[in-house]
């Protein structure tokens, strides 16, 4: 599966392999995109960045936004492992411990990518912070859009996150997962 098969899947409400936290990557590739675009905007005029430092923001918000198409994808991958942990037998107490293994490997799996793909929107967050008021005006619309779409991204991801938690087990992997959300969380205050 790739990034458009993920899009069409999440744009049908009768598909239920793939949720938030793939529309949440899908949301942070679209900030990128717009972020990176305003950035390109900005080469020919002095608004307070030097054309080669847009360039390199812009080029780096590719990447960013490359990473996060490629984490849309690892979600639904996540998911499925989920899913499938949940499908092995539990009759004797030997498949009983197998499948509860199974269970707690794939949540942490799955509480772990939109983690990374939250520390990516963070990324993006950083790069908007340099641009903010120091981009081409006539895309300021722009901007403003792609710093919509990063929040909705980093909340979704928070989301997700908090999603998967009630199913892992051990306290200080749930104790780190939250000290990341709560991170993340401060780019949804700036």
């Given amino acids: 599966m790739n990034y458009i098969d993920t899009l069409n899947k999440i ?17 942070g590739a679209m900030a990128a995109g717009l972020i990176g675009m305003v ?11 030097s054309a080669e ?29 989920i899913i499938e942990a949940y499908a092995m037998p539990k009759e004797t107490e030997d498949e009983k411990l197998a ?11 799955a509480a772990t990518v939109p983690l990374n793909n939250g520390n990516l929107c963070r990324e993006i967050f950083d790069l908007y912070a340099v641009m903010k008021g120091k981009s081409n ?3 300021s619309s722009d901007l ?15 989301l997700n996150i908090e999603a998967n938690l ?3 087990k051990d306290e200080n992997i749930k104790v780190e997962f939250q000290k990341e959300m709560s991170s993340l969380g401060q780019c949804l205050k700036g």
């Fill in 166 to 168: 009630p199913l892992i």
């Fill in 137 to 139: 005006p006539n895309a």
């Fill in 39 to 49: 950035a390109r905007l900005s080469t020919k005029k002095e608004y307070g960045l």
């Fill in 99 to 109: 499948r509860s293994q199974a269970v707690q490997e794939a949540a942490i799996g």
């Fill in 53 to 81: 430092k847009y360039i390199c923001i812009a080029d780096k918000l590719d990447e960013i936004g490359k990473n996060l198409l490629d984490g849309a994808v690892k979600d639904t991958d996540s998911f499925k492992k």
């Fill in 11 to 27: 744009i049908d409400s009768r598909d239920f392999t793939v949720g938030g936290g793939s529309a949440a990557a899908l949301a």
């Fill in 144 to 158: 403003e859009e792609g710093k919509l779409l990063l929040n909705a991204a980093i909340s979704g991801c928070i």
